[in-house]
């Protein structure tokens, strides 16, 4: 198999029909309307909340519901609620651009309907698949499948502090909400309890919103995650990706700001995650008939990786990867979970670890109360910090190291980096160039953002090996 080939039997799934997309933010959008439209789409609409950063997708129809919320999740929940009960103007205007009603929703975002807006979600999840993001199951699993795990306990929020003075470490617990209020992610529903100081709000915020949580020692390293892809017979795996997750200084808290490929651990670290995720990839299948993409989320720690939550679904260190080799990561994750795309799981793996080795990239996406308009400036780091330039004069290829962006969003606004991958060394964690332009972007633009630190990485620095072993198999490391 050739990604051409690959490509080419992912454009007749797409060719000659009407598709329907559901971003919160249409600029989000831009790169699938132009994906579809070269593939012979017969038209896309885009249904979004809000405009958001970046260049407006060149669709056949765009709608807003102009919904929004104060924090990310709220703002995801309202949008989700718009599309999944739609007005009667969205109803029309999906009339308008589909009047046969031949059209089908692709993907559906975060959505686990099987219809939306009146019409059939490609590529639609079975319900079983998505219950098994909620937090309060997911140690279970890591049991099932030999992976080792930091202690839990899940008790009633009242019991909570009990559970903390049992498993804090030396720099405390973590806690987490069940799913009473829905799906959650981002870091929204989990507090940092570092000292029983920290616990009157904890028990104040998860009495208004859950009845069950999960206490866990807070785990100290370079927060990471390891991705795969289930079929049939077989579980590809990918290589390991950094999260930026920033520990707020100023009080308890965690700002999740997305991922990056740069950071390299060491070479035993590597095949520790990419053996875990087989065997849980493996085990999903088994459980649930599982197929397409999952994710695992946890931390590079002194003594190992340590799992904390399952994406069952594409996720962000998905794509990144994908990118590099060309290929469009959800494309292949829905038209496989529709029965309408076999997959070489082997091929699939070793074409993406090779090329997400020779190739990182990585952006990373803070959040941001209050309403700032829309600028964009070139970024230059040094042992110093950040520096602007001005991308109007420096010419057609500024040298520059990242673009950073600002402007609103559905529940605020966005401070977006996107760093250049011939210009960000691979090896150490990008967190801190992230940081360097968080504060550049306090000077330019006065943002509110909380003080912010970048986790350490206490994993031993060695050299890549360039090949790994897992499971009997040599792969690009």
Request: negative net charge; glycine residues 10%.
């Amino acid at each position: 198999m050739e990604v051409d080939d690959l490509d080419h039997r992912i454009g007749e799934v797409y060719a000659g029909r009407r598709w329907i997309l559901t971003p919160d933010v249409a600029a989000a959008a831009a790169p699938l309307v132009t994906y579809l439209s070269e593939r012979g789409a017969a038209g896309v609409m885009v249904v979004a909340a809000v405009e958001g950063v970046g260049e407006l997708p060149d669709a056949d129809a765009v709608f807003f519901t102009r919904t929004r919320g104060d924090t990310v999740m709220t703002a995801i929940r309202a949008f989700l609620a718009s599309i999944e009960e739609p007005s009667a103007e969205l109803l029309a205007a999906v009339d308008v651009f589909d009047p046969a009603g031949e059209a089908m929703v692709l993907g559906g975002g975060f959505s686990r309907r099987h219809r939306i807006a009146g019409r059939p979600v490609y590529g639609a999840r079975p319900a079983a698949w998505g219950a098994l993001e909620d937090k309060m199951i997911v140690d279970d699993l890591w049991d099932a499948a030999g992976v080792t795990r930091a202690p839990s306990r899940i008790v009633p929020v009242a019991a909570a502090p009990e559970a903390a003075r049992e498993l804090a470490g030396d720099l405390g617990t973590v806690w987490v909400a069940d799913n009473t209020e829905g799906w959650h992610g981002g870091g929204e529903y989990l507090r940092w309890v570092r000292s029983p100081d920290d616990v009157p709000e904890a028990l104040a915020f998860f009495s208004r919103c859950a009845n069950r949580v999960r206490v866990m020692p807070f785990l100290d390293g370079i927060p990471c995650s390891i991705h795969g892809f289930v079929t049939d017979g077989d579980v590809a795996v990918y290589r390991p990706v950094e999260m930026l997750i920033f520990r707020r200084t100023d009080r308890p808290g965690l700002v999740y700001g997305r991922a990056a490929t740069f950071w390299e651990p060491p070479a035993e670290l590597s095949a520790e995650m990419r053996a875990a995720a087989r065997r849980v990839g493996a085990e999903l299948r088994r459980r649930v008939g599982y197929r397409g993409a999952f994710g695992i989320d946890g931390v590079a720690t002194a003594e190992g990786f340590r799992p904390t939550e399952l994406n069952p679904r594409t996720s962000i260190g998905h794509s990144l990867q994908a990118q590099a080799a060309g290929l469009h990561y959800g494309s292949i994750d829905r038209c496989h979970v529709a029965g309408d795309l076999d997959i070489d799981a082997r091929w699939l793996e070793a074409t993406i670890v090779d090329a997400a080795t020779r190739r990182r990239s990585g952006v990373s996406i803070v959040p941001l109360e209050g309403r700032y308009a829309e600028a964009v400036v070139g970024v230059r780091f040094d042992d110093e910090g950040a520096a602007a330039v001005d991308l109007d004069e420096a010419g057609d290829e500024p040298e520059v190291d990242a673009t950073m962006r600002i402007g609103p969003s559905a529940f605020g606004s966005v401070l977006m980096v996107h760093f250049d991958p011939e210009r960000t060394p691979v090896g150490p964690s990008a967190a801190p160039r992230a940081l360097a332009a968080v504060e550049l972007a306090e000077e330019l633009w006065r943002i509110d953002v909380p003080p912010l630190a970048a986790a350490p990485d206490l994993t031993a620095r060695n050299v890549p090996s360039g090949q790994v072993e897992v499971d009997g198999d040599a792969v690009a490391g």
